[in-house]
């Protein structure tokens, strides 16, 4: 194996050739970093990336003897998630420069367990609508999605293997549906988000993005302190006689029809593999969904800015000003109230919903990427799953009209996370 290769491994490929000396965390780093100097000009997915900080790092980890769960892996973390030896900047001016002294949760124990913080990655100003600068990694005159652009993109163009994301409504389903990664959203509050920017805590999440179900099985035990457990042997057959619900959801007809026939095709080949595929119609009152999320989200979000607009509301871009800020200062506190009691009656309906079924599958976005580089693409499809608090992943299985990937997106009841990993491995196999 030649170095230059070495950046399209997994997380679990390096882990394993590091152990066993095939490798080391300063090849792998430069690697990555040969590959970053040759596409970030087109991607612009970092927003600070220091070669000889990952170098330093790099050869630190090697010199240590250990043989971390992570060891040697180059994560790409994102730029709302504070770091103590790299700037943290929220995707705004107003921030430029910042520092934090400590790191967050999710980069602490990323270190420990021997990954290597390649750098800060793009994302949209305050993980909200304002796009920042990352292209879509296959053409660059597309989104690559947000919030969690620069994550979505440094994966999917083998920058590196991980990355972490967050997700408030579908900033990481949907940027790893774009770019042909492995999306993860877990259950709301299983991963500490300690250091993380609040948008909404009532629907924040961090999220991972890779390339395999493997990796994000491997990082989450990482991000929950526990001792990594391995996924059980591939089988052909389905899972405990897999149940899969096909859900439509009621912003199916927000789908393109190429998306919409390929989730059809695929609940049929999974039908054919041996799982149980049924139809599921959602009831009616889970259409108020989007309206309560966004008054739930745009209220939060309004007052964890505060300070930004007080002292800066000039240097917040006219897209967030008109849209989430000005829902969230005009939401009367009886209404964001009234919606947070609507939303939490939902999550006790959806999870009536897994009584038949293992996983729902669904569509990740519309389509594929859209064109154009002043909005981030349609976060409907994530909305449902955001509010109520299930874990989703999406697989990269289809391509769409213009050769560029399309997700399918896996859902499971809250705290079925590792089930939803054996699932989405066995879909990945059996979907196409």
Known sequence: MT????????????????????????????ACLDHIAAREPQVEAWQFLDPDLVLKQARALDASGKVGALQGVPVGIKDIIDTSDMPTEYGTPIHKGHRPHIDAAVVALTRRAGGLIMGKTVTTEFANRHPGKTHHPQDPARTPGGSSSGSAAAVGDHMVPLAVGTQTTGSTIRPAAYCGCVGYRPTWGDIRCHGVMEAAGSVDTVGLIARSVEDIAL????????????MVAQVAQAPQALRVGFCRTPFWDQCDPATQKS?????????????????????DDFKRIDDAHRWVSSFEFARNRAWEIDHHYGMISETLRNNRLKDGLACSFETYRESRGFLARMRRRMHDVFNDYDVLLAPSASGEAPLGLNATGNASHCVLWTSTHVPCMTLP???????????????????????????????????V
Not at 219 to 230: E, H, I
Not at 406 to 431: K, S, T, Y
Request: proline share 5%; with cysteine; aromatic share 4%.
């Open 397 to 431: 299985l289809f391509t769409g009209p213009n050769g560029l990937p399309v997700g399918a997106q896996l859902i499971a009841a809250r705290n079925n996370d590792r089930p939803l990993f054996e699932a989405a491995r066995w879909v990945m196999q059996h979907g």
């Open 219 to 230: 990082y989450r035990d990482v991000l929950l302190g526990v001792t990594p457990q391995p």
């Open 3 to 30: 170095e230059k290769s070495l950046n399209k491994l997994t997380a679990s490929e390096i882990v394993s050739d590091i152990a066993a000396r095939r490798t080391t965390a300063e090849a792998v780093a430069r």
């Open 263 to 283: 989730l059809e095709d695929c609940a049929v080949q999974l039908a054919k593999a041996g799982a149980s595929v049924t139809d599921v119609t959602l009831h």
